[in-house]
Each structure stands twice: as structure tokens, then as C-alpha cells.
């Protein structure tokens, strides 16, 4: 089976950096995801990582390890705008199956 | 951004009907993906397509049925509503190795 688990809530300062967590258990790896959700909307896709290693995006950075199961999304230089839901996601086996973690709540203050 | 559509976009229906929520892609992907969302719960998988006639149960199943005669079109079908399956639905479709797209989003409401 798969389980993926990140943090409920994140609280940030506008101009910061935040990390957000993310480990999984799969059976079966082809890659891992994380999308942005705001309230009210459909998630869009932020970055994805197949290999081991950091990949870099303007001010967002995806970094994965898959002997350990985990992955982390750093935001920086914060904005207003980034408060969202992140969410986690990972695709295993040869059907292309795709599951998410419950998301992280990151709230920007001023 | 990719071409994904969802139909309707918002339904309100009676305990007891069978409601079916449309999908259509014209970005030619191999997967597809039925979502359900709510508070507390993030994404939960309900069903997924690997190809045409090529179907999957994901976490959430009981209650939903799927199909997909036609790669740019997946359906999901709730053959007898109750209230529990109140809940915005996500439709997502992607190739391998790239990203899911998703669709806008069905607010489904059973009285």
C-alpha cells in the first residue's frame, strides 16, 4: 500500500523561508509530486522529483530521497500569495498510481 | 494549461439517484484519476484509469463506479446517492513521468 505524511499546518513570515515535510511509503516508486491548492480552486502543479537531489524553480525548491522515503518543498522570499494548501503526492507501480498526502496548510503573515 | 473539463460543474441531487459526473481531456494522456476532498481528508482516490476498458479501485470505492470507452473521456458514477458522498470531486489526468492536471472541480450535494 502507500501512506504519505506531511504536517497539518505551517505558519510563516512574509520574506521568509518555510520547509514542508514530506515522507511516504510505497510499494513501488515511479516519482513524487507537490501541487499548490488554494481555497476554492484545483491544485496546480508546483515541481516533481524522480531522482535523489534538489530541484530548483525561481523560489521554489523540491528536494527527494528516495532511500529514505522523504521529500521536502522549500518556499522563499515568502509572499501573501503562498498561503495555500501543499500538497504531496507520489506515483507508484506499473499503473501510474496516484496518491496524496491530507496537504499542509501554510499561512502567511505579514 | 492543459485541456481538462469536468461536467457539471456544480449538482445538487435527491438520496437514493444515480448521478454521473463527466471527465473529458483532449491532451491525448494515458491516466485518469477521480478525486473526492473534504475537510480534514485532502485528496482521497476513488478511482483511476491506467488505458481504454483499463480501470482501478483506489482508497475510497464502495459506492462509485467508473468507465472509460474512450481515452479523453472517464465517468464516474454513483449508481445510488447517500449524503455521505457529499463533496467536491476533482477529475486529474497525466502521461508518465509528467505532471496530473486537474479539472475544475464538480460540487456534488445529496439531500
Known amino acids: 500500500g502507500q501512506n504519505i505524511d506531511q504536517p497539518t499546518e505551517m505558519t510563516a513570515t512574509e520574506g521568509a523561508i518555510v520547509q514542508i515535510n514530506c515522507t511516504y511509503q510505497?510499494?513501488?516508486?515511479?516519482?513524487l509530486f507537490w501541487y499548490q491548492q488554494h481555497a476554492g480552486e484545483a491544485p496546480t502543479f508546483l515541481s516533481y522529483?524522480?531522482?535523489?537531489g534538489l530541484e530548483e524553480k525561481g523560489r521554489f525548491s523540491s528536494f527527494l530521497s528516495r532511500s529514505k522515503g522523504y521529500s521536502y518543498l522549500l518556499l522563499k522570499e515568502l509572499q501573501m500569495k503562498d498561503s495555500a494548501s501543499y500538497l504531496c503526492?507520489?506515483?507508484?507501480?506499473?499503473?501510474?498510481?496516484?496518491?496524496f498526502g491530507t496537504g499542509t496548510l501554510l499561512a502567511v503573515q505579514p | 494549461d492543459a485541456g481538462i473539463t469536468q461536467s457539471p460543474r456544480h449538482k445538487v441531487t435527491e438520496t437514493g439517484t444515480p448521478v454521473t459526473l463527466r471527465c473529458h481531456q483532449t491532451e491525448n494522456h494515458r491516466y485518469m484519476y477521480w478525486y473526492r476532498q473534504d475537510p480534514g481528508h485532502g485528496l482521497r482516490l476513488i478511482h483511476y484509469s491506467y488505458g481504454v476498458k483499463d480501470t482501478d479501485k483506489g482508497e475510497v470505492s464502495d459506492g462509485y463506479s467508473v468507465s472509460r470507452s474512450k481515452t479523453e473521456d472517464f465517468l464516474l458514477t454513483l449508481e445510488s446517492a447517500t449524503s455521505s458522498q457529499t463533496s467536491v470531486y476533482f477529475c486529474?489526468?497525466?502521461?508518465?513521468?509528467?505532471?496530473?492536471?486537474f479539472g475544475q472541480g464538480t460540487r456534488l450535494t445529496v439531500v
Open positions: 510505497t510499494s513501488g516508486f515511479n516519482g
Open positions: 486529474a489526468s497525466g502521461s508518465t513521468n509528467t505532471e496530473a492536471f
Open positions: 522529483n524522480v531522482l535523489d
Open positions: 503526492a507520489v506515483t507508484g507501480g506499473a499503473t501510474n498510481k496516484l496518491i
